[in-house]
T-cell receptor, first 113, second 114 residues
């Protein structure tokens, strides 16, 4: 069965701090995809990144970076030099061969000025 | 607009009423998904369409929930005889193709059942 665990319910940081959001997943499939979505107060889920299970190369996009480690079944997300606009709920999600996404419970990130 | 749109944005229903929630996917997107998001939780899968075919409805919580996409574009999620536990945000997403590609989400419909 698929499962995504985001152990951090809520994180508060001060602007310009770095912050890492943890994601641990469970799957029996060897082919799967991992995603991160951002949900700002407006409610619309915004796609951030997709990784497939065969590509463990870490990725950086501006202030965002992702660390995928199959050995620990983790797909962590780091925001460098956080900004107030980064305040949102962040969801990690898993998809196997079928199309549906299985989401974690989300991590609320509060960035204070 | 270029994104996924949903209507209404907010719906208040009395227990026992039927409701219909509409989703307009991005033009040309083959796949369409419905998710239910309870307060403080992550979205949970309800059902999936590829064009007009409903390929997976394993997430629908009861036979009171019904979804359709008759022409392979607009989709409607219908909930009959609403219960208080149906209160949630209902999210629609579309993707360009089948397979695990990124899904683009609409703003959701917040349903409150009194």
């Amino acid at each position: 069965a698929q499962k995504v665990t985001q152990a951090q319910t809520e994180i508060s940081v001060v602007e310009k701090e770095d912050v890492t959001l943890d994601c641990v997943y469970e799957t029996r499939d060897t082919t799967y995809y991992l995603f991160w979505y951002k949900q700002p107060p407006s409610g619309e889920l915004v796609f951030l990144i997709r990784r497939n299970s065969f590509d463990e190369q870490n990725e950086i996009s501006g202030r965002y970076s992702w660390n995928f480690q199959k050995s620990t079944s983790s797909f962590n997300f780091t925001i460098t030099a956080s900004q107030v606009v980064d305040s949102a709920v962040y969801f990690c999600a898993l998809s196997e061969r079928v199309n549906k996404l299985v989401f974690g419970a989300g991590t609320i990130l509060r960035v204070k000025s | 607009g270029a994104g996924v749109s949903q209507s209404p944005r907010y719906k208040v229903a009395k227990r026992g009423q039927d409701v219909a929630l509409r989703c307009d996917p991005i033009s040309g997107h083959v796949s369409l998904f419905w998710y239910q998001q309870a307060l403080g939780q992550g979205p949970e899968f309800l059902t999936y369409f590829q064009n007009e075919a409903q390929l997976d409805k394993s997430g629908l919580p009861s036979d009171r929930f019904f979804a359709e996409r008759p022409e392979g574009s607009v989709s409607t999620l219908k909930i009959q005889r609403t219960q208080q536990e149906d209160s949630a945000v209902y999210l629609c997403a579309s993707s360009l193709a089948s397979g695990s590609v990124e899904q683009f989400f609409g703003p959701g419909t917040r349903l409150t059942v009194l």
